[in-house]
Every structure is written in structure tokens, then in C-alpha cells.
């Protein structure tokens, strides 16, 4: 990170982004972060579910190999993460979802 970057250095995410909403306009709105820390990356989550995360996965194109699984907040949330290049900037996707509580079958815990 620079201490001088200016709005243009983040020129590489802001043109994704641009691009995404010409290309994608019909898509999810997803959350939207950009960071001077890290310039050259446009991050998009989920926070409705992962239906949204899928459907934008596809339209970039990613492979649901590139996906990573991981939970948080004990197991009780899901999180699936995925990164593509679009537009000269990393894009990474980030979708939470709620892990369902197990059923249990008579009443056994």
C-alpha cells in the first residue's frame, strides 16, 4: 500500500466494477469493497444466501473446483469463497449462508 495512492490507483477495481454492472446488470447486488490495501482487487459478497454467490460465479465464469469451503462462527455459518481476473483486477466472491441444524429423527438429540 501506498501512502500517496490516490483514486486512481484504485483504477483496476473501479473498472470491474464498472464493467460488472454493463455486463451483469440483471445479476444479484452483492456487497461491494475496495481497499487501498490491497488495489488490484474488487470484493463482492453474499450475505442473502449462496444462490447469489453461484449465479455470479457462473457468469465469471469460475469453476466450482476453484470453490473453498470453509464454516465460521462455531459451524453455524457457512462460507464460500471463490477468485477470478476480470477487467485487470482480482475479483474474489465471499458467500455466508446459515448451516442448518441437524434433525433429529424420534425425538433423539
Known sequence: M???????GLAAPLRALRLLAVDFS???????????????????????GLPDFEVW????????????????????????????DFAGAAVELTGYSDVCAPEF???AA
Do not use: N, W
Open 2 to 8: 501506498s501512502e500517496d495512492l490516490t483514486l486512481d
Open 26 to 48: 440483471h445479476l444479484p447486488a452483492p456487497d461491494v469493497r475496495m481497499s487501498p490495501v490491497c488495489p488490484d482487487r474488487l470484493e463482492l459478497s453474499f450475505h442473502r
Open 57 to 84: 460465479r457462473e457468469a465469471l465464469d469460475i469453476s466450482p473446483d476453484a470453490v473453498v469451503y470453509r464454516e465460521q462462527s462455531d459451524g453455524r455459518t457457512r462460507v464460500l469463497k471463490a477468485s477470478a
Open 105 to 107: 429423527i424420534g425425538g
